[in-house]
């Protein structure tokens, strides 16, 4: 797949659409993507839900995943909450750590305006054709 088709694919993904998540960077291997944060995405302790992090993360990761020509679907995937964070902008930075004929595994590191660590993802992809 070329660039622009991995935007187009993961444009349609109303999952992360509904959730506020932008893509805002592809290149080989890796990949960048923000979401602002809302009440929407709150937990009752007022900081912003897991599944929130882990939806920006796996998204972003599956836009690096995808980005070398080859359909890539995601094989596991594991992330760590470092810091919590009620307010502001999150950032998800993709980058490829391994790549082999039909897997591939990458690590996505998750920061605020503030460029503070609040969660880090790991996660192995299956590339297929």
């Known amino acids: 797949m070329e660039k622009q088709e991995?935007?187009?694919?993961?444009?349609n993904d109303q999952f992360v659409r509904?959730?506020?998540i932008e893509l805002t960077e592809i290149g080989e291997g890796e990949a960048i993507g923000k979401m602002t944060i809302t009440p929407n995405h709150l937990n009752g302790l007022?900081?912003?839900?897991?599944?929130?992090?882990?939806?920006?993360?796996d998204y972003v990761c599956?836009?690096?995943?995808?980005s070398r020509g080859k359909s890539a679907v995601s094989l596991d995937g594991q992330i760590d909450f470092l810091?919590?964070?009620?307010?502001?902008?999150l950032t998800a930075h993709a980058k490829e750590i391994s790549l082999g004929r039909t897997i591939a595994t990458?690590?996505?590191t998750v920061t605020n305006e503030d460029n503070q660590l609040i969660a880090i993802f790991h996660a192995k992809f299956?590339?297929?054709d």
């Open 6 to 11: 991995v935007f187009e694919l993961m444009k």
């Open 106 to 108: 990458y690590n996505v």
């Open 62 to 66: 599956a836009a690096a995943a995808n």
């Open 126 to 128: 299956f590339r297929k």
């Open 83 to 89: 810091k919590s964070v009620s307010k502001g902008t």
């Open 46 to 57: 007022g900081t912003v839900q897991g599944g929130a992090l882990f939806t920006l993360a």
């Open 18 to 20: 509904y959730n506020g």
